[in-house]
């Protein structure tokens, strides 16, 4: 799955240089290689250069007449694979979480013009949970009132995964009923979330926390929710049942539904 | 989804500000960091376009002659590389406002990674125009108003142009004012200014309207003056109001101050306009000065002058006016007037006159003078003058008091003397002096006999009456003829009887002549000897002889010197003159000569008067030559017979002095005269009167000698005998006699001159002592009237013989010669 970003091109004469297309992959699960593609067109010109940049640094240029006419330079979470790459495409080797960024191709002709053009986009690198969220229950603190106080915790990912609750299928939206924390930071920049939940007591229920990872959740876009390919969901599910009458409130965990889709990448 | 990330290059950036028209530097790191690598190539390019718009190609050549390029339709020949420079720099000479955007540089290099920057130029396009309006909409440059105090205006500073838009504030003196802006349709920006009220301090004050749109970059600015018209404030008449003097003429000045322009100053008196003035302005243009001359008059005592200045810029304000009340002093004016109960025509001496003095003068006078006939007079009592305040009293005026009276004042402007008054005082004749009191008339003569009276009025009538020693008689008024106040008779004597005295008396309206003018109509007769005579001024070859004149016999006489060689007796110098005064000239040094002076007229010769002179004697050594020198006219030589023939005169004449002596003092009665001489003919003009000494000597020097008349001479002496009264006595007779009257001395001589001089060089032997007859001494006498002279004294008084008593003396004797002696006629009434 990819997520081609066509670019803004300069359009002058059909005679002149122009870009016609650059690819970058908007995501990629760390550990994977990725491919950037840069098409243009010369026109009448010569091509003097091709130069890549990442976040306005070059690591990769393709100068024809000079010999190599490849060359690449080493920048903080990117390797080229030299032997795949030429004047029209890159391809990085493993990509980390340090290979996101902005990732430009700039195309010069020969003198006398050096008429140049450029495109660019961002890619940027996931880590997805190895293990689903955690519902926990204090049972001091639940006996206390009618009601009972649970925390959903996710697992270790990049971005951060958003957690959400469901009791007995109903998502909860009321906001005096969740308690929002603090991202937990990680090693390696990965990012753990929690989310507390406020359960009304008097009845049993299934209480269902979800924990979803997908880069372009952050933009809320409900098209995203629906796409599997590059988001991760897990969802933990207990029932529970309280009673007002009794003091003592026992908590018993009667079902755990873990769901876990493994996505795979496929490279084209 | 598609992106646009165009925006996000993270290429650094740098702000550069440049103003339109000035060169800017772009700059762009080229730095190399390791030595072996090198810049291969440097692009500038603009971020709207595709191609570079400058270019370093150093692939091929060393970077200091890489290949240059610009693009024609950006930079051209305005972008040159600096690559020099730390950081190196593009240098775009005039900006231009099209040149405004953002740049960017990318440098290859030859190992290291390619390096890209970015530049964002802003162009500052100053503002073009300032345009200020007043509420008028006029358009100002310099100068604002004029406007007057009180008066409140706005200035509208428009300003167009200008990248990015301007601000527009105004400024007063320099100091920023609150200014109000306004951006109009068509991009313009307007701020207001607004001033007033205005006061006099607000005078050129200068209000600049700034605008501009970046700190580097020049503002315009315009700045506008404030002009104000004020009107004067001050006026003032330099020293008025103190006294001005009628007599001079002054230089008055009126300053004015305060006015804005300069102020225009009139002077005015009681209204009207004095033209004559002469303006002035102080170097500041603050201060008018008016110098007017006026040459005041009494007549402007109390006039109004007044300065009045105005703006002629403002003619609505009333002018300022300072005033002065003209205090004008002059000289006093003076009038004599007589006292009001006195006829003018009609004062007689002896009446009492009084004057006042009419003065107007200021300051007052602080003395009053009376003058009469231009003398001033002095307040004396004793003199019947007096003088109180501003009268003048005369007591017992006489005929001298008549005249021209004036009173003068006297104050600090001067002396202001009246318009004569003339006082006539009027009297009765009187007989007037200085008239011939006797006349020698010989019988059948016809004689004029005048009499002139002094008198006021001068219409007078006369009457003439004759007294001898028988009776008085009326003259007839068919001798009589009168001019003026002068009566004329004309009188013929017949007989013996005839011989008198004549009256005269006039009146007039005022009375009768008191006292008769008194004429005494004698016999003529030869004249008297001259008396007194000395010899003076002897030189070696003349000298002078002078005498006195004798009694002239009642008609005009004359006088000779006759000079004899002592010895020979030989004539040799004979000299006439109408006064007996002669210089002999011509005669030998160290002579002595024998000197005879001989008065004669119509009726005969008087007795001669002989004295001897000398010549001086020349000195030794010079003798010979002297004489040669001094004899030029008689060319008289000493021959040896002549010298033979001098020394046998010499002894002659010793024997003959002695002989003399010895007759002398036997017959001292008989004065003898050695060579008595005919009368000759007068040779000298006939001038009568008086003469001066110098005219009659120098007139006559020929010698004349003269034949001698024994029988001449006899008669003279006979006739002298008859005529002549012996004189008074002198006071040198070595006798002391008094009977001792010398013949030879007229009897008034005492009345004209001196005492008789000292005789020098004169042998006395041959005159001295001798006695006249003593019948003549017995009727010998002076004039009664001579006894006002101060010569009385040496008049005996018991001599005289009274008036009355002269008339009788018998006739055929002296009386007709006696009586006129008594009269001289220079002798003072």
């Known amino acids: 799955m990819y997520f081609v970003i066509i670019l803004s091109l300069l359009i002058k004469e059909s005679l002149l240089l122009r870009i ?133 915790t996710s697992g270790r990912s990049y971005p951060g995964a958003v957690l959400s609750w469901d009791i007995d299928g109903e998502k909860v939206t009321d906001p005096n009923l969740l308690v929002q924390y603090p991202p937990i930071q990680h090693a390696h920049g990965l990012v753990s979330t929690a989310l507390g939940l406020l359960v009304p007591t008097g009845k049993t229920m299934q209480v269902k926390c979800t924990a979803r990872v997908a880069p372009a959740w952050r933009e809320g876009s409900e098209a995203v929710v629906g796409n599997s390919q590059v988001a991760d969901s897990k969802e933990a599910m207990l029932l529970v049942r309280s009673s007002a009458v009794a003091s003592t409130l026992s908590i018993t965990l009667l079902t755990l539904f873990l769901l876990q889709i493994l996505l795979t990448q496929s490279e084209t | 989804m598609i992106e646009d990330c165009f925006c996000i290059l993270l290429v650094p950036v740098t702000q550069v500000v440049a103003i339109a028209g000035e060169p800017v530097y772009l700059p762009c790191d080229i730095t190399i960091q390791d030595e072996e690598d090198a810049v291969l190539l440097v692009l500038w390019y603009r971020e709207d376009l595709g191609t570079p718009i400058y270019s370093v190609d150093a692939r091929e050549k060393d970077f200091g002659v890489a290949e240059r390029w610009s693009d024609e339709s950006v930079f051209a020949s305005r972008a040159y590389f600096l690559p020099e420079r730390r950081p190196a720099e593009l240098g775009v000479d005039r900006v231009k406002s099209s040149d405004q955007g953002i740049y960017r540089c990318r440098v290859d290099f030859k190992q290291a990674q390619t390096r890209n920057s970015r530049v964002n130029l802003t162009v500052i396009v100053p503002p073009s125009k300032m345009i200020i309006t007043d509420d008028k909409g006029d358009v100002k440059q310099a100068i604002v108003g004029p406007y007057v105090e009180g008066d409140s205006f706005t200035l509208k500073c428009d300003v167009s142009g200008g990248q ?175 006292g009001t109960n006195l006829d003018p025509r009609n004062i007689r001496e002896g009446t009492d006159v009084y004057f006042d003095c009419i003065i107007k003068a200021h300051p007052y006078i602080y003395k009053v003078e009376w003058r009469h006939n231009g003398k001033s007079l002095s307040h004396n009592v004793g003199q019947g003058i007096i003088i109180s305040n501003q009268s003048l009293v005369l007591q017992g005026v006489g005929r001298n008091t008549a005249g021209n009276y004036t009173c003068v004042g006297f104050n600090a402007e001067g002396d202001g003397e009246s318009r004569p008054l003339s006082l006539d005082v009027l009297y009765a004749p009187t007989c007037r002096s200085s008239q011939q009191r006797v006349h020698g008339v010989a019988k059948q003569e016809r004689a004029h006999i005048t009499c002139h009276v002094d008198s006021n009025p001068p219409e007078v009538t006369f009457r003439w009456t004759f007294n001898n020693t028988a009776n008085s008689n009326e003259v007839s008024d068919s001798y009589i003829s009168r001019t003026g106040t002068v009566s004329t008779v004309t009188y013929t004597p017949h007989t013996e009887m005839d011989y008198g005295t004549l009256l005269c008396w006039a009146h007039n309206r005022i009375g009768k002549q008191r006292v008769p003018c008194v004429y005494h109509i004698i016999a003529a007769g030869r004249p008297d000897q001259v008396h007194n005579c000395s010899v003076v001024n002897a030189s070696l070859t003349s000298f002078g002889v002078r005498c006195s004149e004798g009694f002239s016999g009642g008609i005009q006489q004359s006088f000779f010197l006759e000079v004899k060689e002592l010895v020979t007796q030989e004539l040799v110098a004979n000299v006439s003159s109408a006064v007996p005064r002669f210089t002999a000239i011509g005669l030998v040094p160290g002579r002595t000569y024998g000197v005879a002076v001989i008065s004669y007229n119509s009726k005969g010769r008087g007795e001669p008067y002989h004295i001897r002179a000398n010549t001086l004697r020349p000195p030794e050594k010079h003798h010979v030559h002297d004489k040669s020198l001094d004899m030029p006219r008689t060319a008289f030589h000493m021959t040896g017979a002549m010298s033979a023939a ?114 020098t060089m004169i042998d006395n032997g041959t005159q001295q002592g001798i006695p006249p007859p003593a019948a003549f001494g017995s009727g010998s006498c002076t004039l009664p009237r001579g006894s006002s002279t101060g010569l009385t004294s040496i008049v005996p008084v018991e001599r005289c013989i009274p008036l009355q008593h002269l008339r009788t003396l018998p006739r055929p004797m002296a009386a007709p010669t006696a009586l006129p002696r008594h009269l001289p006629r220079d002798t003072p009434l």
């Open chain 1, 20 to 152: 016609v297309r650059v690819s970058v992959p908007t995501y990629r699960v760390r550990g994977q290689p990725a491919q950037l593609d840069c098409e243009y067109e010369l026109g009448d010109d010569t091509l003097y250069s091709v130069k890549w940049y990442r976040d306005n640094e070059e690591f990769y240029r393709y100068l024809p007449k000079y010999d190599p006419p490849k060359h690449a330079y080493k920048l903080d979470g990117i390797k080229v694979d030299l032997s795949k790459s030429d004047d029209r495409h890159v391809v990085l080797h493993q990509v980390t979480l340090k290979s996101s960024g902005l990732y430009r191709c700039e195309v010069s002709a020969e003198a006398p013009s050096f008429a140049s053009t450029a495109g660019e986009g961002r890619m940027d690198v996931i880590y997805l949970p190895r293990e689903g969220p955690r519902i926990t229950g204090n049972e001091q603190e639940n006996r206390v009132g009618d009601s009972l106080f649970l925390n959903c």
């Open chain 2, 646 to 759: 001098v020394g046998v005169g010499g002894v002659i004449m010793v024997i003959l002095v002695l002989f003399l002596i010895v007759v002398r003092q036997k017959c001292f009665k008989r004065k003898a005269s050695p060579d008595p001489r005919a009368p000759s003919p007068p040779s000298s003009p006939d001038k009568l009167g008086e003469k001066d000494d110098s005219e009659s000597d120098d007139r006559n020097p020929d010698i004349i000698p003269s034949e001698m008349d024994h029988l001449q001479q006899v008669d003279y002496y006979r006739t002298q005998q008859v005529s002549t009264i012996s004189p008074p006595l002198g006071s040198r007779m070595p006798r002391g006699s008094v009977a001792g009257v010398r013949g030879s001395i007229p009897a008034y001589y005492a009345l004209r001159t001196a005492p008789p001089p000292h005789q």
């Open chain 2, 164 to 338: 990015p838009r301007p601000w527009v504030k105004w400024f007063r003196d320099e100091i920023e004012t609150d200014t109000p802006v306004t951006v109009l349709t068509g991009g313009a920006v307007r701020g207001v200014l607004r001033v007033g009220p205005l006061t006099r301090t607000d005078v050129r004050a200068a209000f600049t309207c700034r605008a501009s749109n970046h700190l580097r970059s020049h503002p315009i600015e315009t700045t506008l003056t404030l002009d104000m018209n004020f009107p004067p404030l001050t006026v003032h008449i330099l020293g008025s109001n103190q006294p001005l003097s009628a007599i001079r003429r002054y230089d008055l000045l009126c300053q004015s101050a305060g006015s804005r322009p300069p102020a225009s100053i009139t002077w005015w008196k009681n209204g009207h306009r004095i033209n004559n003035a002469k303006e002035t302005l102080s170097t500041d243009g603050n201060t008018t000065t008016s110098t007017v001359s006026l040459q005041l008059t009494k007549s402007d005592a109390g006039a109004k002058l007044a300065c009045r200045a105005t703006n002629p810029q403002m003619p609505s304000v009333a002018p300022l006016e300072d005033d002065w009340i003209l205090d004008i002093q002059y000289v006093p004016e003076t009038v004599v007037r007589l």
